[in-house]
């Protein structure tokens, strides 16, 4: 049976391809989701994605799926700077997890520096664009394999 990675991607992402190309690039969510998914399956790993604009739905969802996954790729987009409701169900999920930003959150827009979510991830990625989602998934893969018995 393959390690199951959660992959959740907050507001907007739904948006990708047309939303500010010249910051998140013209690659849609399908088409990330499909280039997870087939390094995921390189790497001997399952994942389930989802996407939601709403900060209940990404926080039910994962209560659903966390006890059933081995690691979390997480990028909350805006609620990586004021959700503390999210903060708490990514550390209540005790799955190890990584953030992940399309672009380089810290050369951006002041309010954007700050993540409220970092904490409670073990590394966060960003500014390679979906470079950034697949280094997060190697290296959530390691951890994962270093798990194994």
Not at 46 to 72: M, T, Y
Request: contains cysteine; aromatic residues 6%; charged residues 25%.
């Amino acid at each position: 049976m393959k390690k199951t990675v959660l992959v959740m991607h907050g507001p907007n992402l739904s948006a990708l391809g047309r939303r500010r190309p010249d910051i998140y690039g013209t690659l849609t969510l399908p088409a990330l989701d499909g280039l997870i998914k087939k390094r995921a399956e390189e790497l001997g790993l399952a994942v389930k994605c989802f996407q939601a604009n709403g900060e209940g739905e990404l926080i039910d969802w994962l209560e659903k799926n966390s006890p059933r996954a081995h690691a979390l790729l997480i990028n909350p987009a805006a609620y990586t700077h004021y959700s503390y409701a999210l903060r708490d169900a990514v550390e209540a999920c005790a799955l190890p997890a990584a953030e992940v930003h399309l672009s380089d959150i810290s050369k951006r827009e002041p309010f954007r520096r700050i993540s409220v979510i970092k904490p409670v991830c073990l590394r966060q990625f960003k500014g390679k664009g979906e470079l950034s989602y697949i280094e997060a998934l190697e290296f959530l893969a390691g951890l994962i394999k270093g798990t194994e018995g």
